[in-house]
């Protein structure tokens, strides 16, 4: 069975930083493309990043230069360092896990966290 469990939200002030991690287990033998997303309240989830199973990583813009993504494959772990946040970075923070398809192995599956809680006060 598969899950993801998020850490690492909080509060802090405005020009603080945080770093969430999600921990994957399950099918870790699947290779994952993980992301982070983020909804704040009255608002739709919106992506934040994501790093491909590759390395690969990307950022909406409003967190580039601010936030990086990370994985740590032999933890099945995959991390987000928020620096010079600000109280429009306030929302709940999800990890998203798509499991790639792999001829006899493994199925494409999509995988959500159960979200943490980041507050940034001006």
């Known amino acids: 069975q598969v899950h993801l469990v998020e850490s690492g939200g909080g509060s802090v002030q405005a020009g603080g930083s945080l770093r969430l991690s999600c921990a994957a287990s399950g099918l870790t033998y699947c290779s994952s493309d993980m992301s982070w997303y983020r909804q704040a309240p009255g608002k739709e989830r919106e992506f934040v990043s994501g790093?491909?199973?590759?390395?690969?990583?990307r950022y909406t813009d409003s967190v580039k230069g601010r936030f990086t993504i990370s994985r740590d494959n032999a933890k099945n772990t995959v991390y987000l360092q928020m620096n010079s946040l600000t109280p429009e970075d306030t929302a709940m923070y999800y990890c998203?896990?798509?499991?790639?398809?792999?001829?006899?192995?493994?199925?494409?599956?999509?995988?959500w966290g159960q979200g943490t809680q980041v507050t940034v006060s001006s």
């Open positions: 998203k896990r798509r499991i790639r398809y792999r001829f006899g192995y493994c199925t494409e599956t999509f995988h």
């Open positions: 790093i491909d199973s590759d390395g690969s990583s």
